[in-house]
């Protein structure tokens, strides 16, 4: 087990509700990034969180959204779902310095999101 | 932005064959290649990794070859076994301050007793 911890584990909402979804990164890390992976396809980068703050964002809309807190877990929230949105939701936790080497990233379980 | 292409999509091997997957990257800044292995229903798990200062790098059954010319780089899997069948994924980022892997489409590799 890598120590992410994702919840909840499923979730069912209905086209147009919103959602959130929180991930507890390993300990010792500081950075967590979340991706949407598609059934059959790789992980695709929404976007990561470093010292409470976005570090990057992949090709992904603004209803997409997310927090880092202070204990360096995260929110990810998705407003006006879509039915193109049901997917697994990972996160991936890590430790980065400024100007250094990371370690490398460990997964969650995910959260598998369905809208109908 | 980085752009990953993966080969095969999918792979049938019988036990004990080996299996190799490739993969190529587009962008020559990118200095870390990730692979991942997911069985189903189950999280992406790293199994090797390589850093662009090296061009092979080798744990027990499974070796990483890369070539920063080509910009490509390859995942070796030698005496297959049953258990090995999964969803692999390569990955390739730029490293320094911010980790953010571009994945590949995945291979399914199916092994055969």
């Known amino acids: 087990e890598t120590g992410v911890t994702q919840s909840p584990t499923h979730l069912i909402k209905t086209r147009g509700q919103q959602v959130t979804l929180r991930c507890s990164s390993q300990?010792?890390?500081?950075?967590v990034s979340w991706y949407q992976q598609a059934l059959g396809q790789g992980p695709q980068f929404i976007f990561q969180y470093y010292r409470e703050e976005e570090n990057g964002r992949g090709n992904f809309p603004p209803r997409f959204s997310g927090l880092q807190f202070p204990n360096y877990s995260s929110e990810l929230n998705v407003n006006a779902l879509e039915l193109d949105d049901s997917a697994l939701y990972l996160c991936?936790?890590?430790?980065?310095?400024?100007?250094?080497?990371?370690?490398?990233?460990?997964f969650g379980q995910g959260t598998r999101l369905t809208v109908v | 932005g980085e752009n990953v292409e993966q080969h095969p999509s999918t792979l049938s091997v019988q036990e004990g064959d080996s299996a190799v997957i490739k993969c190529t990257y587009s962008?020559?800044?990118?200095?870390?290649f990730p692979w991942y292995k997911q069985e189903l229903g189950k999280r992406p798990q790293l199994i090797i990794d390589?850093?662009?200062?090296?061009g092979e790098k080798k744990d027990q059954r499974i070796a990483v070859t890369l070539n920063k010319t080509a910009k490509h780089f390859s995942l070796h899997i030698t005496e297959t076994q049953p258990e090995d069948s999964a969803v692999y994924f390569c990955?390739?980022?730029?490293?320094?301050?911010?980790?953010?892997?571009?994945f590949g489409r995945g291979t399914s590799l199916i092994v055969h007793p």
């Open positions: 300990s010792g890390h500081n950075t």
């Open positions: 991936a936790s890590s430790w980065s310095l400024e100007g250094a080497r990371n370690t490398e990233a460990f």
């Open positions: 990955a390739a980022s730029m490293g320094g301050g911010s980790y953010i892997p571009t």
């Open positions: 962008d020559s800044a990118s200095n870390y």
């Open positions: 390589i850093r662009s200062n090296v």
